[in-house]
């Protein structure tokens, strides 16, 4: 049986893999000049390619309980059984993120591309299809002015994330010309712009804290870990973990606020008692310079501008307890407008896609056309920021070579 791949990427590339060792006489089709360009950029530079908490409530998309069948049967085990026996030995990170224990994301391609050739899997690079066509059972793959046909055709393009790694949504297109819908895609797992004056001035600092994200009083998401100031707003992995969800508010048009805490493991009780103390032992020092050594120095005369000083010069000694609590509450919930988000380039996954419902959940083959299978990016999943999103590629491209090299 002769199969085509759609897409050299992560997913692309285990679909090969497995249709492969599976008897199937396979071919990839990747628009780049390499296959797998993204893989080298993952976990910056590290490829963070699966975690130890792989479970359906780290996943989003309008059906996503239809993907819990495709991450159970190529589960976390079979994902670290699959590389271990390609020769990448994994390594734990924090929250349960797995790395290659090189570190270094270029090894997951390598053993990836040294596998393909063992199969004699045939790579044609440089070649975007721009069409696709079922006649009398077989496909047609269309592109550069060439024609190629399989007996089985594995769309895995992945979706809008990166579209300088080759994934600029044509894929859907190609989707679509066979009768699937597309759920309306959105970056996921990207930066957030923030309404405020001081954005330039604070660039570059880091802090580990917590940003929750509030549509009025309802609570959207929340998470912790080192945000970064930007010049437009906020960056960090929590930024990018909440993104998503903020992301589908503003979509709704609701007015959407995050919150910042940059001192999470104190209450305000006990942040207060910390300031009182600090501020009595230097009463004659100016509170712009009494701040000095407890946060950022970017920061200060921010945060005290914020919890409306205007007297920068004022004595810490002088402070009296309301105006201690004022510092804090900026300190503790800084509050800031959520007014957009960073481009395509910069997000790291999709939501939306072509909609689980569409395909049958235990092969991913398309319930529009028969042959048809559809995996990675493309389909309506995507994952938290922590490996998530590569073991879904895995996961679906797995299931989608074995199966469509299985049925006859
Ligand atoms: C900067 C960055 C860092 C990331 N870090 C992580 C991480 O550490 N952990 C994690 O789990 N996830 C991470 N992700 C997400 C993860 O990389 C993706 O979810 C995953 O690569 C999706 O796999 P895919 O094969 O579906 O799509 P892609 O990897 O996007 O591959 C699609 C391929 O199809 C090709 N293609 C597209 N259209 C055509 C066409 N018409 N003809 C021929 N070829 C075509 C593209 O060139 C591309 O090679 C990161 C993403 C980015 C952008």
Same mark, same amino acid.
């Given at each position: ?7 050299? &990427? ?21 628009k780049m000049?390499?296959?797998? !360009?993204?893989?080298l ?19 989003h998309? !309008? ?9 159970n049967?190529?589960?976390? %085990?079979?994902?670290?059984? *699959?590389?271990?026996d ?13 790395y ?7 090894s997951v ?17 440089d ?15 269309? &592109? ?7 007996d089985?055709?594995i ?6 994330a990166?579209?300088?790694? &080759?994934? %600029? ?8 010309? *066979? ?7 959105f ?5 957030l712009?923030? /309404?405020?004056?001081? *954005?330039?001035?604070?660039?570059g ?28 707003g ?10 998503? !969800? ?21 209450s ?5 008692g910390?300031?009182?103390?600090? *501020?009595?032992?230097?009463?004659y020092k100016s ?24 007297d920068?010069? /004022? !004595?810490c000694?002088?402070?009296?307890? /309301? ?8 300190l /503790?919930?800084?509050k ?25 959940p235990k092969t991913l ?11 990675g990016e493309?389909? %309506? ?7 998530f ?12 070579g074995?199966?469509?090299?299985s049925?006859?």
């Amino acid at each position: 049986m002769n199969i085509a791949v759609i897409g050299g &990427g992560a997913s692309g590339l285990v679909a090969a893999i497995a249709a492969a060792r599976n008897g199937a006489k396979v071919t990839i089709y990747e628009k780049m000049n390499k296959a797998g !360009k993204k893989i080298l950029a993952t976990g910056n530079g590290r490829c963070n390619y699966t975690n130890m908490n792989i479970s359906i409530s780290r996943y989003h998309g !309008k059906n996503i309980k239809l993907a819990e069948n495709v991450l159970n049967s190529f589960d976390l %085990d079979r994902t670290l059984c *699959f590389f271990e026996d390609m020769g990448i030995t994994p390594r734990s990170g924090s929250l349960g993120k797995v790395y290659p224990n090189s570190l270094q994301s270029s090894s997951v391609l390598d053993v990836l591309r040294y596998e393909i050739k063992r199969l004699n899997v045939e790579e044609i690079t440089d070649f975007e299809v721009t069409q696709l066509r079922k006649i009398k059972g077989k496909f047609s793959i269309i &592109g550069m002015g060439a024609i190629y046909r399989a007996d089985k055709v594995i769309l895995a393009t992945g979706g809008k994330a990166g579209p300088q790694f &080759g994934s %600029d949504g044509g894929g859907y297109e190609l989707a679509k010309s *066979f009768g699937h819908k597309i759920i309306e895609p959105f970056p996921a797992l990207v930066q957030l712009k923030l /309404k405020g004056r001081y *954005f330039k001035r604070m660039a570059g600092v880091r802090f580990d804290g917590v940003v929750k994200g509030l549509n009025g009083k309802n609570s959207i998401r929340e998470d912790e870990g080192e945000i970064l100031f930007t010049n437009y707003g906020i960056s960090g992995p929590p930024v990018l973990q909440i993104s998503r !969800k903020i992301i589908e508010e503003l979509l709704k048009g609701k007015d959407v606020f995050v919150y910042l805490d940059m001192f999470p493991q104190l209450s305000k009780v006990e942040l207060y008692g910390l300031l009182s103390d600090k *501020f009595g032992r230097i009463g004659y020092k100016s509170i712009e310079d009494g701040m000095i050594g407890f946060i950022n120095k970017k920061l200060i005369p921010v945060v005290l501008m914020e919890a409306n000083f205007n007297d920068l010069g /004022k !004595k810490c000694g002088r402070l009296n307890k /309301k105006e201690i609590y004022r510092i804090i509450n900026i300190l /503790k919930e800084w509050k800031f407008e959520v007014t957009g988000y960073n481009t395509w380039q910069q997000a790291q996954s999709t939501a939306g896609g072509v909609d689980m419902s569409e395909v049958n959940p235990k092969t991913l083959e398309s319930a529009k056309v028969k042959g048809l299978y559809l995996s990675g990016e493309i389909l %309506d999943v995507d994952g938290d920021c922590g490996g998530f999103n590569l073991q879904w590629a895995w996961s679906s491209g797995y299931t989608a070579g074995y199966s469509s090299s299985s049925v006859q």
